[in-house]
Structure formats: C-alpha cells, structure tokens
C-alpha cells in the first residue's frame, strides 16, 4: 500500500464519529495529554514496562479516565478493548525521532518500530498527531479542514468541466478518424489531474467522518463514471503489453513538473518518451465511443472491438457485414444511429455555448 492509501486510512480510523475520535475529543477538552497505541502484538509486548493490563471493553469515557496517568495506553485493533494503560514503553533506539517533546518523540519511535497507529495528543498545544511507519501527520482544525475541503471540491469541478469539455472534442477527433497521439496524450494528462485531486478529496473526507457527509456526496456526484470513463480510453490507446496497473504506477511517480509534459504521458501508453511523435496519426479502437451506445451491451462491444481493428473500421462496416458476426438489426442501426447523434449532440452543445 502506498503511502497516500495508508495516510487515507490512518485518517479513518481518527475521524469525527470514531469512537477513538471521541475519547481523543474528551481527552483534549480535559486539557489532558495521552499516548495512545492503536493495535496490540508480540512487538507491542515486548516494549511494555510496568502499567497494568486492563483487558475491558473500550468506551470514550474510560479512555479519558485512563488518560489522566502519564503513562501510554494500549488499544487493539478495532478499537473495542483497551488491553493496557499506564505503561512505559521501551522503544528500540535504532529508530529515530525528530519531535521534540518525550512523548511525541516516544510515539513516533513506536509508530516507526511497530507499523501500527499511535496517536500523540498535547493538552498545552491542544494538538493530535499521528504516526504510523514513517508517516506522520497532524490533525488540523475542523474549520479549517472544512474550508480546504470546499476550496478542493471547487477545483475538482473545475478540472471535471475542463476534462468533460476535452473528451467531448476527442470524441469527435475519433468519430473524423483525426486523433493524433498529442490529443491522447492530452487527455491522460487531464485524467492524471483529476485523480491527484480526488486523493487530495480522500483525505478530507477521511479526516472529517461524519462531518464530512454533503462533501462525500459532492465528490461521489463529480467523479460519478469518471474512472470508468478512463478504463475504456486506455482500452482504446495503451499497449497491449502493458496493464492498467502498470501505467497508473507509472504516473503516480511523475513530479508536479513531469505531470505537465505531454511526452511523459505517451511514454506511459507505450508508445515511447520522444515529443517529435507527438504528430502521430493514432486510431482508438472504439471501446469509449461505443460505451456510450446504451443499446450496446459489454459484450456487443468486445464483440465489435475483437472483429475490427478501430473504430474507423467500425463505422465502414456495412449491416451485412456486421449481421455476419451475429449482430441484430435493432442493434446494428443503435449502432450506426447512436455514433451519428453522439456527433451531432456534441457539435449542437458547442453551437449553444
């Protein structure tokens, strides 16, 4: 797991509604500090020195109680039992830390050491940090939070109507048989945008739980189809040697600088990282156009896809070529009449605007 995933799910388990989050609350109205251990293990048992093992069910109010000592506390994974409190913890001291404070640096000595959550709170500070490997992150105002999430939300609308308006014009490149391998490239680019985004969303939506709900429902709205969208235009251009794994690897390491040249994005479909064939005449094979043929089942389309080579070839086909390789006539003239109002649909939005 990569380290935006694990951050999106170290958030989860501390976001509003959590019964964690709750006894964290408690504790930082109290003006308490704690050390909080979220998993238990032979590693977890081997740091433990003296405390005392308490084996109860967890509950917001206990954890509070317990935070009152200055010892670390220690949950187990889901976070339904507090198994000890009170407790030192001896932390190997080949891991490092740059905290300053001894609890903050012990927390993140112990989330390094042990790969499970560990949450710092600072009662002076009034700040909750969280470690976990070689993360770590603090928790910010909820305010704060909420603001940034609607400022993100803006964007991630921004980038969907620019993205919306692009594949709109590739569908007619495709439709003219025009498509050169820049506008391929363009566009990939513009779905690697919306994705970097959307991760950016995830944390938001992590960190706030139940706060978060109507954000949710806007950024599940935007991306609506979205990715699936982005899995048929792979279809249409990538190398068949490659797999989508492969290439969202590829593009997930690409830096803030890369992500804006349009040859890294061909060199990620296969087609090799020189701008000079940028110009190249490129044929889609037609799994996005036909998509959005609603008469046209998945199956009609590989069936298509597999008998011709693009979706040049698609559109020559004559009915009795096409009745040849079992197609019905129903879906033979969606066909022809879907790829002729998808056109027209397009070209009559632009004309509107």
Same mark, same amino acid.
């Given at each position: ?125 009034? !700040? +909750?940090? %969280?470690?976990?490997?070689? &993360? ?5 105002? /909820?305010? =704060?939070? #909420? $603001? ?29 048989? !025009? +498509?050169? %391998?820049?506008?391929?490239? &363009? ?5 690697? /945008?919306? =994705?970097? #985004? $959307? ?155």
């Amino acid at each position: 797991m990569d380290d935006k995933m694990e951050l999106v799910e170290m958030l989860a388990q501390v976001s509003p509604g959590t019964t964690l989050r709750n006894g964290i609350d408690n504790i930082m109205d109290g003006g308490f500090g704690a050390l909080i251990i979220v998993g238990y293990d032979d590693e977890i048992e081997k740091m433990i020195d003296n405390g005392f093992a308490i084996n109860c069910e967890y509950t917001p109010e206990r954890l509070y109680e317990l935070a009152k000592m200055d010892g670390a506390i220690v949950l187990d994974e889901s976070c339904k039992n507090i198994i000890y409190a009170n407790v030192h913890l001896q932390v190997n001291r080949k891991y490092t830390s740059e905290e300053s404070g001894t609890r903050h640096r012990t927390a993140e000595r112990a989330g390094k050491q042990t790969s499970k959550l560990v949450v710092a709170i600072s009662g002076r500070k009034k !700040l +909750v940090s %969280l470690y976990k490997g070689e &993360l770590k992150y603090i928790l910010k105002n /909820m305010s =704060r939070i #909420i $603001e940034d999430a609607n400022q993100a939300v803006k964007t991630l609308e921004r980038y969907k109507y620019v993205l919306d308006k692009f594949l709109d014009n590739l569908t007619i490149l495709e439709l003219d048989d !025009l +498509v050169t %391998l820049h506008d391929v490239s &363009l566009a990939l680019q513009r779905f690697e /945008m919306l =994705r970097r #985004i $959307e991760m950016e969303m995830k944390n938001y939506i992590s960190e706030l739980g139940t706060d978060g709900r109507l954000i949710k429902l806007q950024y599940k709205e935007l991306l609506q189809g979205v990715f699936e969208e982005e899995r048929e235009f792979l279809n249409d251009y990538m190398s068949e040697k490659l797999t989508y794994e492969e290439i969202h690897n590829s593009l997930k390491v690409l830096s803030d600088v890369e992500i804006l040249k349009e040859e890294n994005f061909a060199n990620a479909l296969g087609y090799g990282k020189n701008y000079a064939i940028l110009d190249k005449e490129i044929k889609a094979k037609g799994y996005r156009v036909l998509g959005k043929i609603t008469r046209l089942t998945a199956k009609d389309i590989e069936k298509l896809t597999t008998e011709y080579e693009t979706l040049a070839d698609i559109q020559e086909a004559s009915q009795e070529e096409l009745l040849d390789i079992k197609m019905s006539k129903i879906k033979i003239k969606a066909l022809k009449n879907g790829m002729q109002r998808l056109k027209f649909m397009i070209e009559l939005e632009r004309e509107q605007k």
